[in-house]
């Protein structure tokens, strides 16, 4: 990393100042210039308004740089467009995928050099864009790659970028969480997960656990897909209108956006935990969960255990409460206000519990203060299909769920799937892939302040129960099915669960 890079922090807006000088870009004469966030060359000898001005923008298209000598080396990461016509750097892509290159600008000193390299440091700082970073690996989720994404996907840009890190992998369950707990924040501007969505979840919940939690929880969290499902990162570049892929989810690290981002509290009597995802209960945590044991199918696992539960649909009884949105006030049924909804000692705000038996640590967030004389809650009665509760947009790659979600609204967006025969499951499944499921008339969509769920038995059974599963975590479970080496359940099947939200708690890396 150059010293340029290094020392470079400070102005609070990238520097509007033009620098012009004669150089020899990628080996041919032109003229430089750099002005704002703009990198830009002409040929020598070409006509103003030929057409010939070529040109980087230093946020959206650029890794890093280094000075040697009289050289200034960028580092690339662009694709072609009309507005930036074709270059000698090896970077126009077409179709928009970005590829990796290098321009080197060859100035007529090494003071020039020096001068241009703290310009182009200075707007980097100004950008936010981080300069220390914890990389978490977990090197058992989805096939097992964490470790080989790092190496090929993360690495090489980071290190283009000239950004120092420290990288850890986990070992055990909830290491990351205990990680995040005890981490020296001063030393970072981020932490970084080469995971999936689940391991980014701990780190929030161990920033939560921390004395000083509302100042860890402010520090940016970030996600590189190496797991199962990925729902985060997809959304993410969804919301920027971006491909999906590796190098985008590493480069939006990179460039250094953040977003708020909701934080809901999963509260069960005394016990609590934080997710920022989703929460299931039904036909898509019954998938999800007990695929389990199909694993060596690969992901057509998914694909086969969804035919064979719709082939053989379940259906719960249960009661669904809710607080909606500004909106969303005709859904369900009206509760009496006299209806505790603060049964087994769930209540709202929970002010006198702090307590997370995730890790018998003390946990000092409580969760969002919500007034429970201000809350008009309303229900909806099985039987249920499906309920699904999210933060986000999408479940995966591909899966669609809550369309309407925003990172930081400070609702969840609710999509219950209500008793419908097996055609209709199976229409629903394959609907998801672009979120038009939510149309069905057999589905409720709508979004909630806060939201509990009463699970009950299912239908036809006496004894057994479903699974209730947050960001790919089995949360509870009363199926009876729970092996041998399957970490016990956090909450317990059958008892309120109840979510919250706290608008904006954590910030992410996002593309924008």
Known sequence: MSDQQEGARGSPEPQAENLVESARVNGSAAEATLSGTELAW?????????????????????????VEGRALKVATFARGDDARPPSPLGCGGGGGERKRGELVVEME?????????????????????????????NPYGGNKGGRRVFQTEVLPLIEAAGIHYIMQETTHRLHAQEIAHSLDIQK???????????????VVNGLLQRDDWSTAIKLPVGIIPAGTGNGMVQALLHSAAEPFSMSNAVFAIIRGHKRALDVTSVVQGKT??????????????????ESEKFR????????????????????YNGRILFVPAPGYERFGDPVEQTT????????????????????????????PSVDEADLKWRSLNGPFVNAWISNIAFASEGVMIAPQAQFADGYLDAAIIKDCPRSVALGLLLR?????????????????????????????????GGIIDSDGEVLARGDGTRTGDEPEHLMAY???IQLTVDQGLANIFSPR
Not at 296 to 315: C, E, H, P, Q, T
């Open 42 to 66: 002409r040929p020598t000898g070409a006509i103003r308004d030929s057409g010939e001005r070529l040109k980087l923008e230093l946020e959206s298209d650029v890794l890093g740089f280094q």
């Open 109 to 137: 000193s090494e003071e020039a050099a020096q001068r241009w390299g703290e310009a182009i440091g200075d707007c980097f700082a100004a950008l936010g864009r981080p300069k220390r970073l914890f990389i978490i690996v």
């Open 188 to 202: 970072y501007d981020g932490i970084i997960c080469v995971s999936g969505d689940g391991i980014l979840v701990e």
């Open 272 to 289: 609590r935990f934080f997710s920022v995802m989703m929460l299931t209960w039904g036909l898509v945590a019954d998938i999800d969960i």
């Open 296 to 315: 060596w199918m690969g992901s057509a696992r998914i694909d086969f255990y969804s035919l064979l539960r719709v082939v053989n649909l379940r259906k």
């Open 340 to 367: 505790s909804c603060k049964s087994d000692g769930a209540s709202n705000t929970m002010e006198g519990d702090t307590s997370n038996v995730r890790n018998d640590v003390t946990c000092t967030y409580s969760g």
């Open 432 to 464: 998801m892939k672009d979120g038009s499921y939510i149309e069905s008339p057999y589905v409720e969509y709508f979004k909630v302040k806060a939201l509990r769920i009463e699970p009950g038995l299912r239908v036809g059974s006496r004894t057994i």
């Open 494 to 496: 059958g008892p309120p």
